[in-house]
Each structure stands twice: as structure tokens, then as C-alpha cells.
């Protein structure tokens, strides 16, 4: 039961247009909540849409966020496209180690610019939550034998020791940063398993949980009932500062579920039945959320797999309601008494308790009765093609003529492949479009496949493989490792093929990294460890592995024997992305599957076989073996989930879960408010984003004698201007390493040295796939691929666009660049604006703009302008070649946002063009972030003054 309340101690200015504040008593603790229904119209909303509501009720200051806004969204119309922006302030803010570590180098230098104003180091400290999970750096290097998960994290610490320094002296040095260590699990699973609160309590304050995460699977957390979802690193660093991050009020999709999941269809069957549903939908840049009988058949385990896959099918999140099963899991996982308690009252005091009689208002409804769902695999390349198992054979023969089964990979071939590797986790583009792809035609028989088969000796076994052939057969990745039904259910697999007297065929490689330390513990406590370890399924780390192309080398002598029969191998993972060239760089074809099946392809070692008819192989006792011999049923599941999984295995595998092992406790660490740079170190350097910076910003100005750095097309998206992949040698990236002693082997990728901005702002814009039209040959053509610019410095000489930039630093000249539609598309990559900035570019002026990275140029410092309606670079006469001015951005000097600015491009015969360029900044947030020359500079000068 809720009263009215007067504001606590610390939230006195936060306004209450609505008078929705109100005190909660559970038990014997109160809280005070912002009511929903004090808002008229709120009660027809979504859930999604509910905490939405809450949040703007929260947080309401009267300039960022006002009544209105809250009155916008309580009278949200389903069907109209989405307009109107409003501003979300995450609860808190989850990281993976590849995407935080920039985050975290931020703040420490944040710190050092506090010292140098004169204020206390001590105040810069995440304002929400902020908690790290390392788990993007262990490599499946060992396998299949009993030490592989001892050898492969002593790997991960010699290749990442710099690196984790750090984040030890960060996780000391902070208030409100965690560090989960490496070995410990991934963090979505460690999220839904320890982290996630889903209400949550702060300064006296009850409120739903929402986050954003710097990985797209942020989404996992959904299933239970949190709204949140990933992000750049530069959003990211603004909630964990404090700051809202701008956001349209979405359409949100009901999917109504009635109906049980049939006995043999597994929680991977329904999130790629679901994923498929979806995609043909189209839900880019929505909310899904689930609803009806069916809901409550959906254990929350299965309600997290599909949460997982949302950037599979595109949607911001995929959103299940709290109920009895959410609080269910939450006792089950060793959450406390009281918890559980506040989550139950007030999920049902706001009307946030699912109730399957209810049918809200959506934009769009879906409608899937469970029992339909048939065992499928996707592949073999995009996550959203599901193929029902008993036509894998066929297929799969489909499919081959695409890959290069003839060919050998050209130069161009190789470079596409580093340029989008799977180590960076990369999002996929809206829509159906997926990352570039290294694709050939081959000859294929009258048969439906052409036949290769080639003889391998390895450990003195003889053996042939062909086409098919399953070289990798991963149980990976977040999406079903926490998932007990699926992984019970593969182990249990693993000990009826043991006892028939199966094998794994010898040219698989298998490896096994669950999520989390609970996973072994109860493969333990059933007594199934030894039959995986049997067919090769030895732990090799806790950490994402295989599902971000973490999957270590095939044996030299499978690899060199698939490259010298151009084999189309493939691998069977239990991931969520498939990508080419994700996988491992000898995989052409890439299939999802469940844990289960994970195993069975194993035992089949070839994707040429229907494993629904054809025997997996033949047992001791001399008969066939077919997976319905050996496929566990749902009864023997739930026995084993009975008397293996308990509260106390949770509690356990959690009780320490910050400490680490001996090897983070030993690592020499940097104490104090203020990190110790090491000025030999290429992983982790101090940032120049607030050199020279003063208390009070200096008035903007406007910009004059600006050369184009790049002249670029539509749909330029952040994978062609963030730096992502391989490093290689010869390029501006490759050569500060090089001179600054690392060996070729040693480069790493650009996501392990996201912390150095001198690696990364030398591969900002250097993606081998990007055409700037600078380049555009005297026929009209599009010119040469890659990083490379004309540096007017150098009469306009072709050079690297890093060489350039320096050029033009060195000569004063500040830098503009000129795109088309859409321009910022994909994933929010931080680097895609920070990059930006540091090599000097002022203006963006583009057709139009992505939202989010729109926002991370103002974050950073750097103005986005748009042509007027209806012009292009293209039909105003630019070439690129002009010098450009903009005059009018001095108005925002006097506390307003101009509408335009003047734009003048000064040709090289004398004359000009000129036109009035739309300044989109947009709202009063963004303004003061540009008047401080970024996000960091206006937070830190607030921090200072507090």
C-alpha cells in the first residue's frame, strides 16, 4: 500500500508536477515511489512503456525533462511513428571488458583534470552503478584435455596484464565500479544471475531497474522483466555520470504466446523460431514485448535466451513482465528475502505484475502457440534463417555452391575478413543487411555438392574430410549457457553416447564455456562432467569464446589441410551470431544450435548428414547409433535440474564474486585517487581530452578555412569509421606499434587496445571498405577503398587519412566531413565519435543523420549539420575540394540553439556556394554539452563546482 510522501533527503529537487511521490512500506522497511496511476492514461500502456514512465516521473527536472514529456508518453499512440524524444536515466550501467575499458580510462583521466583545476580527485566517481564483467578475453587456445581452462586463462593474463592492471587499480579507486574478474563467467548471465536488482533501492528510493550495457546482449536482462539495452561506450559513460540519454518513445510490438513448448524442442528452437517471426516482421529500433497464457510456460531461463537474441531480430528490447516465475528465480538465485519481497509488492502496487487476462495496446501483435515449435538450427551465415533439423542435409548441399569451394581467398578476400573480425563482437546493421561478406561462386555437380575429400594425419590417426566437415562444435555464448534445461540436456547426451560407446570424430574441435561457475558446479553435482570431458567438452574458460570469434586456431594440421583443399568446413555453435569469417578464420559456414545438438554434430562430425534419420555413428556393440537413441526427454531433465540446482549453488559460486582468483589478487596494482600512467604501455594511455581545459569553458566560436577530411555516401555506418578488427602493419595503426616495439604476433586487435587512443584514432576512419569520394576517379567512379584521403596540404596528394589529419593539426586547418543518408547507421560505437574528434574534425554535415551517433558527435565536441531538405553535396556542386565556413554557431554563446547556420564553401577558381545548414542539436542537454566542448568537460565542470 502506497502514501502520499514529502521528497527525501537528497532528491529535494527533483519537481512532482503529477504529485506522484508516495511512500511503500514492505515489511518493516519504506520506500518512497513515483505511482504510475497518478499519470492519467498510464494504466494502457505496455510494461516497457510503463517503466519508461516511471523513470520520467523519477527524474523530471523542468528543462531536460518536463511534464510534458510525461504527458507525452502517457498519451503514447501506438500506431504513429515515433517523434517525440525523451530523455532515459538508466538505474545503473554493465560493461564487458573489450567495450569498458575506454570508459574507465575516461573517468581516471577525468580525475587528473579535477587535480589540475584545483578540486578533489575523489569527486569523479560513477553517479549510477557501474559494473564489469571480463569476459570478451579468454581464447579457446587448449582444448579437450583436463588443464585447457588452467592454460587458457594463464594465456589471457600474459596478453591482457597491462590491461587488467588497470581495472584493478579502477576497481580500488572508485566508488561505484565492480570488477567482475576474468574466469568468472559472461557478464549477461552474471547479470541476470547476481547483478540485476529488477527494483531497485537508492537513497530511499524504490525504482525499477534499468541499465544500459556496452554490449548489444545487454537485452538478456529483459526475460526479467529489466528494461535496458546496449549501448556506445560515450552513452554508457553519460549514465554512469549522471547524464540522461536521448532516446524517440518506440512502437512496441506485442508477441502473444499461449500454448507448452512439445518434448524435444529445446529453449534454442523457440529464440530462433521467434528470431525468424521477427526479422520477417521487422522490429528495427522497437520494443517487443511478450504477453499471454503462454507466458507463464516460458520458464525465466528460456525468457532470457530470447531476450539475448533481440539484436538477433533487431528489436532495442525484447521485454518479458515481472510474475510468480521472475520472483520464483530471484529466490531461486539466492537473491535475499527482502528483495524478493520489494520486487513482488511493487511490481504489484504499479501495476507492473503480469496479468495474462489483460491485453495492452500495441503498435503491432505477433501471435506463436508454443507447441508448434519443431528442433531447428540457423545458418549457415545470418542468425535469422532457421532451418527446421531434419532439412539440415539439404540445406546445407543449397548453400555450398556460395562458398569457395574451388577458389582460393584473394588479398581483398583476407583484408574484408580482418576488417570486420568477430573479436569486437560486432552488432549487425538494421534491417536485413548483414557485415560485408567474402563470398565466391563455385561449380557444384548435378548432385547438389561438389566433393573434395582430403586426407589428414593427426596424432596418428588417418582420416578423410570434406565439405561439411564440423570443425568447431562449441557449447558458447550467453544465450543458452544460462539455460539449465539445455545444458543439463546436453550433458546428459554426452553420458548416453559415452555409455553407448560413441566418440567425437577426431577432426572436431569441442569446447565448453558456460556462463557461469554455476553451470560446472552442477554438471558436478550430477556426476555428468566426465562423459563431456569424454568427448572433448574440458572446460575452456568462462568467457563468450567461440560465439565472438574467440574460438583459438583448428590444429595445424586440420587447418592447413582445409586450406589446401579450400574445404567449406563449418562450425556448430550454441551462439547467437554466425556471421562469415566470425567464427574462426578457416570456417566458411556457421550454424546455431542447441547445446544438445552442439554435442550430436560432434559425434556426426559432418553437417552432410540428416542426424533425424542417419546414425551419428556406431555404438561398442557394433549397431547404429541415431540421436533419438540418446536424446535425453524432458522428465529425465527436470530429475536432473531437481537434484542438482539448488539456492545454495548461486550463493556459493557468488559469495565472492568480486575478489577473483590468485592470479588477479596477485597482479601488481597502482594505488591512489589517480592512475600512474606507464608511458611505455600500448594498451592503456592517458587521453587528450582535457588538456588545457579551464573551469569556464571558452565561448564557442565559429569555424572558418575548413578542408573536407572525407566526402562520403549514404548509409556510412559506424563499422566504417570506428576502428574494429585486425591491426595490420603496413597502416598508420600497425606502424605506431611497430615503432613502439610490439611484434607482429603481438599486435592484438583494435578492440584489446580500445583503451589507447593512439591506436585507435590511427584506424578511425581506415576501414578497408570505406569509398571516400575525394578519391572518386576522373570517370565518375567511386574511387579506391579504404583509409585514405587527398591531403590539401600536399596539393591534395592521396594519403592515409590519419597522415592527413596531422597535416592539417599541424597547419591550423580544422576539419569537415561531408556524408549522405543515414549517416552513423549500426552499431553506437564510441569510437566512431571519439575517433572523429581527436583528428580534428569540427562539423559534420550529412543528408541525415543516425540518432545515437548524432548525439556522441555532440558528446565529443564535433557540430552536426544537415543540408536543407532536398540538397545534397552532390546537387549544391561539392566536390570536396572547397574550403569551407560556418557562420552563426557564436548564437549558442547567448544560451539559445540557432535553427541554422550559414555555410560557405570557397572553391579553388573563386567562386562560393553557399546554403543554410540545419544544426541538430536538439535538445537542451545536448546544447550545454557542445558550450563545454563535450559531455566529459560539462560533467567534470559540475563535478568541480559541486
Same mark, same amino acid.
Given at each position: 500500500?502506497?502514501?502520499?510522501?514529502?521528497?527525501?533527503?537528497?532528491?529535494?529537487?527533483?519537481?512532482?508536477?503529477?504529485?506522484?511521490?508516495?511512500?511503500?512500506?514492505?515489511?518493516?522497511?519504506?520506500?518512497?515511489?513515483?505511482?504510475?496511476?497518478?499519470?492519467?492514461?498510464?494504466?494502457?500502456?505496455?510494461?516497457?512503456?510503463?517503466?519508461?514512465?516511471?523513470?520520467?516521473?523519477?527524474?523530471?527536472?523542468?528543462?531536460?525533462?518536463?511534464?510534458?514529456?510525461?504527458?507525452?508518453?502517457?498519451?503514447?499512440?501506438?500506431?504513429?511513428?515515433?517523434?517525440?524524444?525523451?530523455?532515459?536515466?538508466?538505474?545503473?550501467?554493465?560493461m564487458q571488458d573489450f567495450t569498458g575499458v575506454p570508459c574507465i580510462v575516461d573517468l581516471a583521466t577525468m580525475r587528473e583534470a579535477v587535480t589540475a583545476l584545483g578540486g578533489d580527485p575523489a569527486k569523479v566517481n560513477p553517479l549510477a552503478?557501474?559494473?564489469?564483467?571480463?569476459?570478451?578475453?579468454?581464447?579457446?587456445?587448449?582444448?579437450?584435455?583436463?588443464?585447457?581452462?588452467?592454460?587458457?586463462?594463464?594465456?589471457?593474463?600474459?596478453? /591482457?596484464?597491462?590491461?587488467?592492471?588497470?581495472?584493478?587499480?579502477?576497481?580500488?579507486?572508485?566508488?561505484?565500479?565492480?570488477?567482475?574478474?576474468?574466469?568468472?563467467?559472461?557478464?549477461?548471465?552474471?547479470?541476470?544471475?547476481?547483478?540485476?536488482?529488477?527494483?531497485?533501492?537508492?537513497?530511499?528510493?524504490?525504482?525499477?531497474?534499468?541499465?544500459?550495457?556496452?554490449?548489444?546482449?545487454?537485452?538478456?536482462?529483459?526475460?526479467?522483466?529489466?528494461?535496458?539495452?546496449?549501448?556506445?561506450?560515450?552513452?554508457?559513460?553519460?549514465?554512469?555520470?549522471?547524464?540522461?540519454?536521448?532516446?524517440?518513445?518506440?512502437?512496441?510490438?506485442?508477441?502473444?504466446?499461449?500454448?507448452?513448448?512439445?518434448?524435444?524442442?529445446?529453449?534454442?528452437?523457440?529464440?530462433?523460431?521467434?528470431?525468424?517471426?521477427?526479422?520477417?516482421?521487422?522490429?528495427?529500433?522497437?520494443?517487443?514485448?511478450?504477453?499471454?497464457?503462454?507466458?507463464?510456460?516460458?520458464?525465466?531461463? /528460456?525468457?532470457?535466451?530470447?531476450?539475448?537474441?533481440s539484436p538477433e531480430f533487431g528489436s532495442t528490447a525484447a521485454m518479458f513482465p515481472v510474475d510468480a516465475e521472475t520472483i520464483e528465480y530471484l529466490r531461486f538465485t539466492g537473491r535475499s528475502a527482502e528483495q524478493v519481497a520489494l520486487v513482488?509488492?511493487?511490481?504489484?502496487?504499479?501495476?507492473?505484475?503480469?496479468?495474462?487476462?489483460?491485453?495492452?495496446?500495441?503498435?503491432?501483435?505477433?501471435?506463436?502457440?508454443?507447441?508448434?515449435?519443431?528442433?531447428?538450427?540457423?545458418?549457415?551465415?545470418?542468425?535469422?534463417?532457421?532451418?527446421?533439423?531434419?532439412? =539440415?542435409? %539439404?540445406?546445407?548441399?543449397?548453400?555450398?555452391?556460395?562458398?569457395?569451394?574451388?577458389?582460393?581467398?584473394?588479398?581483398?578476400?583476407?583484408?574484408?575478413?580482418?576488417?570486420?573480425?568477430?573479436?569486437?563482437?560486432?552488432?549487425?546493421?538494421?534491417?536485413?543487411?548483414?557485415?560485408?561478406?567474402?563470398?565466391?561462386?563455385?561449380?557444384?555437380?548435378?548432385?547438389?555438392?561438389?566433393?573434395?575429400?582430403?586426407?589428414?594425419?593427426?596424432?596418428?590417426?588417418?582420416?578423410?574430410?570434406?565439405?561439411?566437415?564440423?570443425?568447431?562444435?562449441?557449447?558458447?555464448?550467453?544465450?543458452?549457457?544460462?539455460?539449465?534445461?539445455?545444458?543439463?540436456?546436453?550433458?546428459?547426451?554426452?553420458?548416453?553416447?559415452?555409455?553407448?560407446?560413441?566418440? #567425437?570424430?577426431?577432426?572436431?574441435?569441442?569446447?565448453?564455456?558456460?556462463?557461469?561457475?554455476?553451470?560446472?558446479?552442477?554438471?558436478?553435482?550430477?556426476?555428468?562432467?566426465?562423459?563431456?570431458?569424454?568427448?572433448?567438452?574440458?572446460?575452456?574458460?568462462?568467457?563468450?569464446?567461440?560465439?565472438?570469434?574467440?574460438?583459438?586456431?583448428?590444429?595445424?594440421?586440420?587447418?592447413?589441410?582445409?586450406?589446401?583443399?579450400?574445404? =567449406?568446413?563449418?562450425?556448430?555453435?550454441?551462439?547467437?551470431?554466425?556471421?562469415?569469417?566470425?567464427?574462426?578464420?578457416?570456417?566458411?559456414?556457421?550454424?546455431? =544450435?542447441? $547445446?544438445?545438438?552442439?554435442?550430436?554434430?560432434?559425434?556426426?562430425?559432418?553437417?552432410?548428414?540428416?542426424?533425424?534419420?542417419?546414425?551419428?555413428?556406431?555404438?561398442?556393440?557394433?549397431?547404429?547409433?541415431?540421436?533419438?537413441?540418446?536424446?535425453?526427454? $524432458?522428465?529425465?531433465? /527436470?530429475?536432473?535440474?531437481?537434484?542438482?540446482?539448488?539456492?545454495?549453488?548461486?550463493?556459493?559460486?557468488?559469495?565472492?564474486?568480486?575478489?577473483?582468483?590468485?592470479?588477479?589478487?596477485?597482479?601488481?596494482?597502482?594505488?591512489?585517487?589517480?592512475?600512474?600512467?606507464?608511458?611505455?604501455?600500448?594498451?592503456? #594511455?592517458?587521453?587528450?581530452?582535457?588538456?588545457?581545459?579551464?573551469?569556464?569553458?571558452?565561448?564557442?566560436?565559429?569555424?572558418?578555412?575548413?578542408?573536407?577530411?572525407?566526402?562520403?555516401?549514404?548509409?556510412?555506418?559506424?563499422?566504417?569509421?570506428?576502428?574494429?578488427?585486425?591491426?595490420?602493419?603496413?597502416?598508420?595503426?600497425?606502424?605506431?606499434?611497430?615503432?613502439?616495439?610490439?611484434?607482429?604476433?603481438?599486435?592484438?586487435?583494435?578492440?584489446?587496445?580500445?583503451?589507447?587512443?593512439?591506436?585507435?584514432?590511427?584506424?578511425?576512419?581506415?576501414?578497408?571498405?570505406? #569509398?571516400?569520394?575525394?578519391?572518386?576517379?576522373? /570517370?565518375?567512379?567511386?574511387?579506391?577503398?579504404?583509409?585514405?584521403?587527398?591531403?590539401?596540404?600536399?596539393?591534395?596528394?592521396?594519403?592515409?587519412?590519419?597522415?592527413?589529419?596531422?597535416?592539417?593539426?599541424?597547419?591550423?586547418?580544422?576539419?569537415?566531413?561531408?556524408?549522405?543518408?543515414?549517416?552513423?547507421?549500426?552499431?553506437?560505437?564510441?569510437?566512431?565519435?571519439?575517433?572523429?574528434?581527436?583528428?580534428?574534425?569540427?562539423?559534420?554535415?550529412?543528408?541525415?543523420?543516425?540518432?545515437?551517433?548524432?548525439?556522441?558527435?555532440?558528446?565529443?565536441?564535433?557540430?552536426?549539420?544537415?543540408?536543407?531538405?532536398?540538397?545534397?553535396?552532390?546537387?549544391?556542386?561539392?566536390?570536396?575540394?572547397?574550403?569551407?565556413?560556418?557562420?552563426?554557431?557564436?548564437?549558442?554563446?547567448?544560451?539559445?540553439?540557432?535553427?541554422?547556420?550559414?555555410?560557405?564553401?570557397?572553391?579553388?577558381?573563386?567562386?562560393?556556394?553557399?546554403?543554410?545548414?540545419?544544426?541538430?542539436?536538439?535538445?537542451?542537454?545536448?546544447?550545454?554539452?557542445?558550450?563545454?566542448?563535450?559531455?566529459? %568537460?560539462?560533467?567534470?565542470?559540475?563535478?568541480?563546482?559541486?
Amino acid at each position: 500500500m502506497t502514501t502520499p510522501s514529502s521528497a527525501p533527503e537528497g532528491t529535494e529537487g527533483n519537481l512532482d508536477s503529477f504529485g506522484a511521490r508516495a511512500t511503500l512500506t514492505v515489511g518493516d522497511a519504506s520506500y518512497e515511489v513515483f505511482r504510475l496511476d497518478a499519470v492519467e492514461g498510464s494504466e494502457r500502456l505496455p510494461y516497457s512503456l510503463k517503466i519508461l514512465l516511471e523513470n520520467l516521473l523519477r527524474t523530471e527536472d523542468g528543462a531536460n525533462i518536463t511534464a510534458d514529456h510525461v504527458r507525452a508518453l502517457a498519451a503514447w499512440d501506438p500506431k504513429a511513428e515515433p517523434s517525440t524524444e525523451i530523455q532515459f536515466t538508466p538505474g545503473r550501467v554493465v560493461m564487458q571488458d573489450f567495450t569498458g575499458v575506454p570508459c574507465i580510462v575516461d573517468l581516471a583521466t577525468m580525475r587528473e583534470a579535477v587535480t589540475a583545476l584545483g578540486g578533489d580527485p575523489a569527486k569523479v566517481n560513477p553517479l549510477a552503478p557501474a559494473e564489469m564483467v571480463i569476459d570478451h578475453s579468454v581464447i579457446a587456445d587448449v582444448f579437450g584435455r583436463p588443464d585447457a581452462f588452467e592454460r587458457n586463462v594463464d594465456l589471457e593474463y600474459e596478453r /591482457n596484464k597491462e590491461r587488467y592492471q588497470f581495472l584493478r587499480w579502477g576497481q580500488t579507486a572508485f566508488d561505484e565500479f565492480k570488477v567482475v574478474p576474468p574466469g568468472t563467467g559472461i557478464v549477461h548471465q552474471v547479470n541476470i544471475e547476481h547483478l540485476a536488482r529488477v527494483v531497485m533501492v537508492r537513497n530511499g528510493q524504490a525504482y525499477p531497474d534499468t541499465l544500459v550495457g556496452t554490449d548489444s546482449h545487454t537485452t538478456m536482462v529483459n526475460g526479467l522483466g529489466v528494461l535496458g539495452w546496449g549501448v556506445g561506450g560515450i552513452e554508457a559513460e553519460a549514465a554512469m555520470l549522471g547524464q540522461p540519454v536521448s532516446m524517440l518513445i518506440p512502437k512496441v510490438v506485442g508477441f502473444k504466446l499461449h500454448g507448452e513448448l512439445p518434448a524435444g524442442a529445446t529453449a534454442t528452437d523457440l529464440v530462433l523460431t521467434i528470431t525468424e517471426m521477427l526479422r520477417k516482421q521487422g522490429v528495427v529500433g522497437k520494443f517487443v514485448e511478450f504477453y499471454g497464457s503462454g507466458v507463464s510456460a516460458v520458464p525465466l531461463a /528460456n525468457r532470457a535466451t530470447i531476450g539475448n537474441m533481440s539484436p538477433e531480430f533487431g528489436s532495442t528490447a525484447a521485454m518479458f513482465p515481472v510474475d510468480a516465475e521472475t520472483i520464483e528465480y530471484l529466490r531461486f538465485t539466492g537473491r535475499s528475502a527482502e528483495q524478493v519481497a520489494l520486487v513482488e509488492a511493487y511490481a504489484k502496487e504499479q501495476g507492473l505484475w503480469h496479468d495474462p487476462s489483460v491485453e495492452p495496446v500495441f503498435s503491432e501483435v505477433l501471435e506463436l502457440d508454443l507447441a508448434s515449435v519443431v528442433p531447428s538450427i540457423a545458418g549457415p551465415k545470418r542468425p535469422q534463417d532457421r532451418i527446421e533439423l531434419a532439412a =539440415a542435409k %539439404q540445406s546445407f548441399r543449397d548453400a555450398l555452391g556460395s562458398y569457395a569451394v574451388d577458389e582460393p581467398k584473394t588479398a581483398v578476400d583476407e583484408a574484408v575478413e580482418e576488417s570486420f573480425p568477430a573479436s569486437d563482437s560486432p552488432t549487425p546493421p538494421a534491417g536485413d543487411e548483414v557485415p560485408p561478406q567474402v563470398t565466391h561462386s563455385a561449380a557444384v555437380n548435378a548432385t547438389g555438392r561438389t566433393s573434395k575429400p582430403t586426407t589428414i594425419t593427426l596424432d596418428g590417426n588417418t582420416f578423410e574430410i570434406d565439405h561439411g566437415a564440423v570443425a568447431i562444435a562449441a557449447i558458447t555464448s550467453c544465450t543458452n549457457t544460462s539455460n539449465p534445461s539445455v545444458m543439463i540436456g546436453a550433458a546428459l547426451l554426452a553420458k548416453k553416447a559415452v555409455e553407448r560407446g560413441l566418440e #567425437r570424430k577426431p577432426w572436431v574441435k569441442t569446447t565448453l564455456a558456460p556462463g557461469s561457475k554455476v553451470v560446472s558446479d552442477y554438471f558436478d553435482r550430477a556426476g555428468l562432467t566426465p562423459y563431456l570431458d569424454k568427448l572433448g567438452f574440458n572446460l575452456v574458460g568462462y568467457g563468450c569464446t567461440t560465439c565472438i570469434g574467440n574460438s583459438g586456431p583448428l590444429q595445424e594440421e586440420i587447418s592447413a589441410g582445409v586450406q589446401e583443399a579450400d574445404l =567449406a568446413v563449418v562450425s556448430v555453435l550454441s551462439g547467437n551470431r554466425n556471421f562469415e569469417g566470425r567464427i574462426n578464420p578457416d570456417i566458411k559456414m556457421n550454424y546455431l =544450435a542447441s $547445446p544438445p545438438l552442439v554435442v550430436a554434430y560432434a559425434l556426426a562430425g559432418s553437417m552432410d548428414i540428416d542426424i533425424t534419420t542417419e546414425p551419428l555413428g556406431t555404438g561398442s556393440d557394433g549397431q547404429p547409433v541415431h540421436l533419438a537413441d540418446i536424446w535425453p526427454s $524432458p522428465q529425465e531433465i /527436470n530429475d536432473v535440474i531437481a537434484s542438482a540446482l539448488s539456492a545454495e549453488s548461486f550463493s556459493s559460486s557468488y559469495s565472492d564474486v568480486f575478489a577473483g582468483d590468485e592470479r588477479w589478487k596477485s597482479l601488481p596494482t597502482p594505488t591512489g585517487k589517480t592512475f600512474e600512467w606507464d608511458g611505455e604501455s600500448t594498451y592503456v #594511455r592517458k587521453p587528450p581530452y582535457f588538456e588545457g581545459m579551464e573551469m569556464r569553458p571558452a565561448p564557442v566560436t565559429d569555424i572558418s578555412g575548413a578542408r573536407v577530411l572525407a566526402l562520403l555516401g549514404d548509409s556510412v555506418t559506424t563499422d566504417h569509421i570506428s576502428p574494429a578488427g585486425a591491426i595490420k602493419a603496413d597502416t598508420p595503426a600497425g606502424k605506431y606499434l611497430t615503432e613502439h616495439g610490439v611484434e607482429r604476433r603481438d599486435f592484438n586487435s583494435y578492440g584489446s587496445r580500445r583503451g589507447n587512443h593512439e591506436v585507435m584514432i590511427r584506424g578511425t576512419f581506415a576501414n578497408i571498405r570505406l #569509398r571516400n569520394l575525394l578519391l572518386a576517379d576522373e /570517370n565518375g567512379g567511386q574511387g579506391i577503398q579504404g583509409g585514405y584521403t587527398r591531403d590539401f596540404t600536399k596539393g591534395g596528394e592521396q594519403a592515409f587519412i590519419y597522415d592527413a589529419a596531422q597535416n592539417y593539426a599541424e597547419a591550423g586547418t580544422p576539419l569537415v566531413i561531408l556524408a549522405g543518408k543515414e549517416y552513423g547507421s549500426g552499431s553506437s560505437r564510441d569510437w566512431a565519435a571519439k575517433g572523429t574528434s581527436l583528428l580534428g574534425v569540427r562539423a559534420v554535415i550529412a543528408e541525415s543523420f543516425e540518432r545515437i551517433h548524432r548525439s556522441n558527435l555532440i558528446g565529443m565536441g564535433v557540430l552536426p549539420l544537415q543540408f536543407p531538405q532536398g540538397k545534397t553535396a552532390e546537387s549544391l556542386g561539392l566536390d570536396g575540394t572547397e574550403t569551407y565556413k560556418f557562420e552563426g554557431v557564436t548564437e549558442l554563446n547567448d544560451g539559445t540553439t540557432p535553427r541554422t547556420v550559414k555555410v560557405t564553401a570557397a572553391k579553388e577558381d573563386g567562386t562560393e556556394v553557399t546554403f543554410d545548414a540545419d544544426v541538430r542539436i536538439d535538445t537542451p542537454g545536448e546544447a550545454d554539452y557542445y558550450r563545454n566542448g563535450g559531455i566529459m %568537460q560539462y560533467v567534470l565542470r559540475k563535478m568541480v563546482n559541486s
